[in-house]
């Protein structure tokens, strides 16, 4: 059964960089039709969708996070990572990691893909 | 592209029906919505796509519709384990968009 999991610091310097890992198991990111993609979720805000890759390295970023994400894939290790610049307390969230799934007809370089697996969640604080 | 769930909380008996409600502030392709379920502690969980597709392992109580700028997603014969927070979403173009969330509650 295919399982996400997150990791990385739990805590992190206001104007520092945040860095995520999800490790997929149970499955190949290298699939085709498949993107993998990170949300967060504060009560501030709810859920809001940060961006997705896939195992080539298209990125789709989020409007509001483009200017301070970073999205990457090591296939050798079935990882995605996540990396946000200039944090600040606002972005103190829960992370998922998800992995979505093309609608039809799919490749890297778009098409409509719903979320389908989701990891557990990291809680990330952003505090001195 | 706004999402706006209601009611806001639902409060319901084991037995009864739900039916959740979510507005676009624009119209779009019902091939482009989805719905999941979120309890404490957890993960959101898919239970529709496409507006009225059943995720894999999703019983058919669960059910959606809808078009244009009006879904909904009907909870039939409510189960003890069906109390949560329900969210829909847009993902047919970016952003991606969820909804606040409508909270189905107890009685």
């Known amino acids: 059964q295919l399982q996400l999991q997150e990791s990385g610091p739990g805590l992190v310097k206001p104007s520092e960089t945040l860095s995520l890992t999800c490790t997929v198991s149970g499955g190949s990111i290298r699939r085709s039709g498949l993107f993998w993609g990170w949300i967060r979720q504060s009560p501030a805000k709810g859920l809001e969708w940060i961006g997705h890759i896939c195992y080539s390295g298209n990125t789709y970023y989020n409007p509001s996070f483009a200017s301070r994400v970073t999205m990457s894939v090591d296939s050798s290790k079935n990882q995605i990572s996540l990396q946000m610049s200039s944090v600040t307390a606002a972005d103190t969230a829960v992370y998922y990691c998800?992995?979505?799934?093309?609608?039809?007809?799919?490749?890297?370089?778009?098409?409509?893909?719903?979320?389908?697996?989701w990891g557990q969640g990291a809680l990330v604080t952003v505090s001195s | 592209i706004v999402l706006t769930q209601s009611p806001g909380t639902l409060t319901l008996s084991p037995g009864e029906s739900a039916t959740l409600s979510c507005r676009a502030s624009q119209s779009f392709n019902s091939r482009y919505l989805a719905w999941f379920q979120q309890k404490p502690g957890q993960a959101p969980r898919l239970l529709m796509y496409?507006?009225?597709i059943r995720a894999t392992g999703i019983p058919d109580r669960f059910s959606g519709s809808g078009s244009g700028t009006d879904f909904a997603l009907t909870v039939s014969r409510l189960e003890p384990e069906d109390f949560a927070v329900y969210y829909c979403?847009?993902?047919?173009?970016?952003?991606?968009?969820f909804g606040q969330g409508t909270k189905l509650e107890i009685k």
């Open positions: 979403q847009y993902y047919g173009g970016s952003p991606y968009i």
């Open positions: 496409g507006a009225s």
């Open positions: 998800a992995r979505l799934q093309g609608d039809g007809y799919c490749t890297c370089t778009g098409c409509i893909a719903h979320f389908d697996y």
